[in-house]
């Protein structure tokens, strides 16, 4: 479906970004729909430049064209932040068991008082708490749990590259 499974770690394989590039994911990150000549325009630099650019992009992985909503507008009413300790002798076993999750929107290995941190959205209380006590648990080598209910949406951002005001 629409989940990321690549390591998201440096990677020398993938081309290093300069200041077009970045001009080009924050213009598309407004507006994804704008076409190549309308990005070039903005940005300063020609339509085969862009092409090229924007299809190197993908298929390096670097950015996706997507349909991003926030998670109170498509039903999910409660949102958590999931904070898990392991044992990290299963780590690879717990990382594909999230994997699978369609509940889990975001999860990654962290460095502090959790082992992994997950966001996951739920219909109700009752999906998440049957979530939590009839699927997350039962993963072998997690140890503890603790759920952080999001009570208010204060910022949903997904426009993470440079602003195309900032350039």
């Known amino acids: 479906m629409g989940h990321v499974t690549r390591n998201d770690t440096i ?3 993938i081309p290093a970004l300069d200041a077009l590039d970045h001009k080009i994911i924050a213009v598309l990150q407004e507006n ?14 020609s339509e085969p430049t862009v ?24 039903g999910y ?13 299963f ?3 717990i990382q594909e068991a999230l994997l699978a999750m369609p509940e889990i929107r975001f999860a990654g290995v962290t460095l502090g008082s ?15 708490l049957a979530f939590l006590h009839e699927h997350l648990s039962k993963i072998p080598g997690i140890q503890r749990i603790e759920s952080l ?6 910022k949903y951002a997904y426009d993470w590259g440079v602003q195309p005001s900032a350039s």
């Open 91 to 93: 780590l690879d076993e």
């Open 114 to 128: 959790y082992d992994v941190v997950t966001e996951a959205w739920f219909h109700s209380n009752t999906e998440l």
């Open 149 to 154: 209910q999001v009570a208010k949406m204060i």
């Open 77 to 89: 009413h409660v949102v958590a932040i999931l904070g898990i300790q392991i044992d990290h002798s």
């Open 32 to 45: 994804a729909r704008q076409t190549n000549a309308e990005v070039a325009g903005l940005v300063g630099s």
């Open 11 to 13: 990677d020398s394989a």
């Open 51 to 74: 092409r090229r650019r924007v299809d190197r992009l993908l298929e390096y992985q670097i950015i996706k064209i997507v349909a991003v909503a926030p998670p109170f507008s498509l």
